[in-house]
């Protein structure tokens, strides 16, 4: 079964201008969560998606939005860009068994903002 | 609010000794912890997990301990190998669902 996938893996931008990323969980995973992950703050809760709707939030500006499509594949953007949105963006699908809820990461997608 | 800690930010360890990880929690109604290794260049990857009702649980070469009273959980490596070498975070579920609630991260230097 194939993992996450989050595209595009590398991303550069400048401040002011806009960027949305993606992620594609794995098959038959309705939830999708997603971090920010920088040297100083570390892995830090961004929203979750289940069936389309955001089920979760982290405390984030609203710059940082995201959504969900029917086929659980997730997108999030991010207004406004300011050199702190400098990091690397996760993106994890899981599936709920047995009341268990283990979160499987994809490789990210590095953001830098000049 | 919430947190979890680790208790060193790295750790070196000779290649064959065992390597032992330290998280603590603040939040005593967690009742699920994963415990990921983050290899550079890469998301993190689940190792094990361990629910509240729990004390102990083995994976292959990994032990994690779950301490209840003091709030503190531990990653045991057997036999540590140089392909183990990366950042290890524990991790609360929050008990609203998908969120996870991430250490600091320690990194596992693994010395031939």
């Known amino acids: 079964k194939a993992g996450v996938t989050q595209t595009p893996r590398y991303l550069i931008k400048t401040r002011g201008q806009q960027v949305t990323l993606s992620c594609s969980p794995i098959?038959?995973?309705?939830?999708v969560s997603w971090y920010q992950q920088t040297p100083g703050q570390g892995l830090q809760f961004l929203f979750e998606?289940?069936?389309?709707?955001?089920?979760n939030k982290g405390n984030f500006p609203g710059r940082f939005s995201g959504r969900q499509f029917s086929n659980s594949r997730s997108e999030m953007n991010v207004s406004t860009l300011e050199l702190g949105d400098s990091a690397l963006y996760l993106c994890?699908?899981?599936?709920?068994?047995?009341?268990?809820?283990?979160?499987?990461f994809g490789p990210g997608t590095r953001l830098l903002v000049l | 609010g919430e947190s979890v800690g680790l208790h060193l930010p790295t750790l070196s360890v000779q290649e064959g000794d065992n390597s032992i990880i330290n998280c603590a929690y603040s939040?005593?109604?967690?009742?699920?912890f994963i415990w990921y290794k983050q290899e550079s260049g890469k998301g993190p990857q689940f190792i094990i997990d361990i629910r509240s009702n729990m004390d102990k649980r083995q994976g292959q070469r990994v032990t994690v301990l779950l301490n209840k009273t003091v709030k503190h959980l531990s990653l045991q490596i057997a036999a540590t190998q140089p392909g183990d070498s990366a950042v290890y975070f524990c991790?609360?579920?929050?008990?609203?669902?998908?969120?996870?609630?991430f250490g600091q991260g320690t990194e596992l230097s693994v010395k031939p």
């Open positions: 991790a609360d579920l929050n008990n609203q669902g998908g969120k996870l609630i």
């Open positions: 939040n005593s109604a967690s009742d699920y």
């Open positions: 098959s038959g995973h309705r939830s």
């Open positions: 998606y289940f069936s389309e709707t955001q089920r």
């Open positions: 994890a699908s899981s599936l709920v068994v047995s009341g268990k809820v283990t979160q499987y």
